[in-house]
């Protein structure tokens, strides 16, 4: 089936209890922006996941369930599949979503007042999730190369791991905001030092079937022995196939000893579960979705290469490195000169875009933006132009003032 179409025309997401769109008077002020800000792409569901819920609200009832073998088999077959990582069964514990996974794996293996070290610039429940429980952060920022790319600073990253009381790393790989993929070597020196700080490393995978060629995805635990048994791998299908709304995560666990304490303090609270219609979707997906996420990627990765090259044409003043993964870009504007307020005022009253404010990522996020180019080429074009004519404007601005006090004078 050719999905162009489906992508290209998106269905209307206005009043449907959209995050992303029905929520901009009240987040941004308001409604006369274009929302290219939160991880949700603006594309249906692949055909054969619709079609899998349908099945499962026609017959009517909604009770109690469990997940079926073939669901588990869906899962094997897709991490198998996609990342050469064969997984079992009894490894998988359920969560809500991720974020829900990043919370109650910082309560299970964490203590009042110990610390977890991130890597920023990085997604903001990195820091709520640490620091909601009591716990302090430890920031390991990443190094910005001159052609804009990230990498990890490893020599930084060793001081923060053996620091008093540091217990976990929590690990975006893929990373967002930034894109990166960590390639192994990257990571192998990782679980070098976690496992010589014996450390716990909890990886938030959720990009990782986001991947461009030729880059690949590497899943923490098949790095080696001992990042198998010391890692918690954060999982699932939302960003993947757009289901996010149907908060299903698959928490991936080897080391039973790690699975049993974090199974019981999730069940404890309740929430060791998912949803009928979740499973349903999840099942589907993982089965029958590879060809539309194969040309949805495709889609995707050409939206990211036109506003790589717009901007290089147009847009002097930003710059961007092309991502290796996620459907995100993240938007350097620090030639403009602005304070970040300004910047994120200007964008919104000026472009009339809504990106995510880069202050929200940590400190390094200062004069960046986040964009999503998960929409319609239309919308990005449109998007686009808007940015450049305000940036236009502004650039016009300094010598229209001059112009007007010479005129004065004379």
């Not at 070290?117 to 390991?140: A, C, L, M």
């Not at 590497?218 to 048994?229: D, G, T």
């Not at 090259?309 to 930003?318: C, D, F, G, M």
Request: hydrophobic letters at 40%; aromatic letters at 10%; one cysteine or more.
């Amino acid at each position: 089936m050719d999905y162009t179409q489906h992508f290209d025309n998106p269905p209307e997401r206005l009043n449907t209890n959209s995050a992303k769109w029905d929520q901009l008077q009240k987040l941004f002020g308001t409604e006369d922006v274009l929302p290219l800000w939160v991880a949700d792409m603006d594309f249906a569901a692949p055909q054969p996941v619709q079609e899998a819920l349908k099945k499962s609200a026609e017959h009517g009832v909604v009770g109690y369930s469990f997940q079926s073998e073939a669901y588990y088999r869906a899962l094997r077959e897709w991490m198998k599949n996609k990342h050469g990582w064969e997984i079992e069964d009894e490894w998988v514990v359920f969560t809500p979503g991720v974020v829900t996974a990043l919370n109650f794996a910082v309560q299970t293996f964490t203590d009042h007042g110990d610390k977890v070290v991130i890597q920023t610039p990085v997604y903001p429940p990195f820091y709520s999730v640490v620091t909601g429980h009591g716990r302090e952060v430890v920031e390991n920022p990443l190094k910005q190369q001159e052609n804009g790319e990230y990498v990890m600073d490893l020599e930084q990253l060793e001081q923060a791991l053996s620091g008093e009381n540091v217990k976990m790393l929590i690990l975006c790989s893929p990373h967002n905001p930034v894109g990166r993929v960590w390639t192994r070597e990257e990571l192998e020196r990782v679980d070098e030092l976690c496992a010589k700080h014996n450390i716990i490393v909890v990886s938030d995978e959720i990009h990782g079937d986001l991947v461009f060629e030729p880059n690949r995805h590497i899943p923490y635990p098949m790095l080696s022995e001992q990042a198998k048994n010391r890692s918690i791998i954060c999982t699932a299908p939302s960003k993947t196939f757009n289901i996010a709304g149907l908060n299903t995560s698959n928490v991936i666990i080897p080391n039973q000893e790690l699975r049993d304490a974090f199974a019981l303090k999730i069940n404890n609270f309740g929430v060791g579960h998912i949803s009928q219609f979740g499973a349903v979707a999840t099942e589907a997906a993982y089965t029958h979705g590879e060809e539309w996420l194969e040309q949805c990627m495709r889609y995707m990765r050409a939206n990211m290469e036109y506003v790589q090259q717009y901007i290089a044409e147009h847009l002097p003043e930003v710059s961007v490195y092309l991502p290796e993964a996620t459907y995100l870009m993240w938007l350097d504007f620090r030639k403009l000169g602005m304070e970040q307020a300004d910047l994120v005022s200007f964008l919104l009253h000026k472009a009339r875009v809504a990106l995510n404010d880069g202050r929200a990522f940590g400190t390094a996020g200062e004069g960046y933006m986040r964009l999503n180019v998960a929409c319609s080429r239309k919308m990005l074009e449109e998007a686009m132009d808007r940015l450049a004519l305000a940036i236009r404007d502004w650039r016009e601005a300094p010598q229209q003032t001059a112009e007007r006090e010479n005129s004065l004078q004379q």
